[in-house]
């Protein structure tokens, strides 16, 4: 079981920027784990949107079009902790953010599907104005 914790959240205003932080944990004493990392948002009245993907083993990523140029995902192995720099920030941008964790790597087509990941942290909110 993966558990996750997001952090960095807040509001700003349009074109701003924003760090988001999640720190994630696996079974204890399971060492090399690779995980398919995802960050997705899900704004009010609406479904959860897959933002960007990353793979902890080679670090290869995806991102949702609307992102694309605005937001960067990345990882750092020795500090178990996954991150979302969000450019250029816009109102339409505003949601709850959540990380997610599935094992193993989830290829283009997956990546970005929600329905993918099992494990779930419990959001942090970002406001756009």
């Known amino acids: 079981h993966v558990q996750l914790v997001e952090s960095g959240g807040g509001s700003v205003r349009s074109g701003g920027y924003l760090t988001l932080s999640c720190t994630y944990s696996?079974?204890?004493?399971?060492?090399?784990?690779?995980?398919?990392l995802g960050w997705f948002r899900q704004a009010p009245g609406k479904g959860r949107e897959g933002v960007a993907a990353i793979y902890t083993g080679d670090s290869g990523a995806y991102y949702a079009d609307s992102v694309k140029g605005r937001f960067t995902i990345s990882q750092d192995d020795a500090k178990n902790t996954m991150y979302l720099q969000m450019n250029s920030l816009k109102p339409e941008d505003t949601a709850m953010y959540y990380c997610?964790?599935?094992?193993?790597?989830?290829?283009?087509?997956?990546?970005?599907?929600?329905?993918?990941?099992?494990?779930w942290g419990q959001g942090t909110q970002v406001t756009v104005s």
């Open positions: 696996g079974h204890s004493g399971r060492t090399g784990s690779l995980y398919s």
């Open positions: 997610a964790a599935a094992s193993g790597r989830l290829g283009e087509d997956y990546a970005l599907d929600s329905s993918n990941y099992p494990y």
